[in-house]
């Protein structure tokens, strides 16, 4: 965690001091009054939803380190009269950019080499992967959550202290020019992107302004760095040709430097995995459904490999891999298997979460259980016609879709052949559950997947809740 004094605050936010001396100390930086403790900076950030000069009631009860603000107007006018010791103050021009000036200069400041990762899907298996094998060598520091954005890129880069020697982060983004502000603030030595494809279209408005987008952690690698490249995915193909960096490419059907050779199905629950390395040859067991996740995998030892993590400790790394929150973690209810990857969705994501569903065992029916693609503008009501296609060409016999295209994905599907007895619209959580609970029974596997705005962790919870009770 991050330790320094007011002058650090001054001199990496070009700011002012208000109250204080330049010598005053503090141990971590905070953005919430609920979380604060007295040795943090409290930085007001202004928000779309909230502004953090409305807390500062809280945060002087709090008796933190110091405080970075823009607005003075907004201090208590009893903080001059009181006897406690007040914090230093710091007054900046605006609180997000000094938030992430100052990760800027604190990461200038460390040792870690950084690997950022970026892409359209599995960003967080991807960086979660790399850090497994990270940590088999190297002192290592990652996101925690979703940490991954313009607010929270900047805190995971507090964390860094001069003991660690690798940072995994991922980097996330919904319109042009964050990937290049996130690269600037963590000058990233490796790159990774996964994949790309149909994301964020209501701002970005066609695959070539999400490859623009994405492509500018590429443009931000120079000679001394690497940028790892999908050797399976023209787009990132394409931007790889006047890569200035270092290339290590992946892939399974192309030729690369660290390529698949061989995929095999555990049970449906996972993959053996046989890959080289160059000029090894390895063995990796993957214990995560989703032949998307291979491809992780070999995103992850092609970083692994450029940050020097020795081939014999990749099958170790990548056994210490948990599934993320809401991301393909599976789970037995009543005598059914319940698989929630219901973090987030687009068009190329639901189609690899369909194949996931399609090579899993069960002796029962398999449900897609849907919400809605958000951000895709202009191709919303297409792409969800497409997905109830998609639903029925796969091994599945049943689809519950929720939301307003909803009607139009259960028809494309039985119009595709599925079993109009077992497609099914609703328009809201409940009646998902209520569905889900009428039609399911012993055996059955459900997928539960939608974007971040469907919130079909509710139908999953809230049927696996009434079925273990049942």
């Not at 690698?221 to 490249?229: D, N």
């Not at 519950?400 to 139009?408: E, F, K, L, S």
């Not at 007895?421 to 889900?436: D, F, K, N, Y």
Request: overall charge negative; some cysteine; hydrophobic content about 40%.
């Amino acid at each position: 965690m991050i330790e320094a004094t007011a002058k650090f605050v001054l001199d990496g936010a070009q700011g002012r001091l208000l109250s204080g001396t330049e010598s005053d100390s503090f141990r971590g930086i905070s953005i919430d009054s609920r979380t604060l403790d007295s040795q943090s900076v409290f930085i007001c950030i202004r928000g779309e939803r909230m502004d953090g000069h409305d807390f500062l009631e809280d945060v002087y009860r709090k008796e933190p380190a110091g405080i970075v603000l823009s607005d003075p107007g907004k201090i208590p006018a009893d903080w001059k009269s009181s006897e406690r010791q007040t914090p230093f103050v710091v007054q900046v021009e605006d609180t997000l950019k000094a938030l992430q000036d100052l990760a800027q200069f604190h990461r200038n400041r460390m040792p870690a080499r950084v690997v950022a990762v970026t892409g359209t899907n599995g960003k967080s298996t991807t960086k979660e992967m790399i850090a497994a094998l990270a940590q088999t060598q190297f002192r290592t520091h990652k996101n925690k959550g979703n940490f991954n954005n313009h607010i929270g890129v900047p805190l995971t880069l507090f964390g860094l202290t001069p003991e660690h020697e690798t940072a995994i982060l991922e980097m996330g983004m919904s319109d042009a020019g964050e990937i290049r502000r996130l690269a600037e603030i963590a000058r990233p030595d490796i790159g990774v992107i996964t994949n790309i494809s149909q994301a964020h279209m209501e701002r970005l408005k066609t695959v070539r302004d999400v490859q623009a987008a994405k492509g500018e952690l590429f443009e931000a690698l120079g000679p001394e760095q690497t940028a790892v490249v999908n050797a399976d995915d023209p787009l990132i193909l394409e931007i790889a040709q006047t890569l200035r960096a270092r290339k290590i490419t992946f892939g399974i059907h192309n030729q690369a430097d660290v390529k698949a050779d061989s995929i095999q199905k555990k049970n449906g629950k996972g993959f053996d995995v046989q890959i080289s390395l160059f000029d090894k040859k390895l063995s990796l067991p993957l214990s995560m459904p989703g032949r998307f996740n291979v491809y992780n995998a070999l995103a992850a030892v092609a970083a692994g490999h450029s940050l020097g993590v020795p081939a014999e400790n990749m099958a170790q790394g990548l056994s210490n891999v948990s599934r993320l929150e809401q991301r393909g973690r599976v789970s037995q209810v009543a005598g059914m298997t319940l698989i929630n990857d219901a973090y987030n969705a687009n068009p190329q994501s639901m189609q690899a979460a369909l194949e996931m569903l399609t090579d899993y065992p069960a002796d029962g029916n398999k449900f897609a259980v849907l919400g809605e693609m958000l951000e895709l503008g202009n191709l919303s009501a297409s792409a969800h016609v497409q997905l109830g296609e998609q639903v029925a060409q796969k091994s599945i016999d049943g689809l519950v879709a929720v939301g307003t295209y909803a009607p139009q994905m259960v028809e494309a599907a039985i119009r595709s052949g599925i079993n109009p007895a077992l497609a099914v619209a609703v328009s809201s959580h409940e009646e998902a559950i209520e569905t889900l609970s009428r039609l399911a029974k012993k055996g059955d596997c459900f997928l539960f997947k939608g974007s971040r705005g469907a919130r079909m962790e509710i139908v999953f919870e809230g049927f696996a809740s009434c079925k273990g009770e049942g």
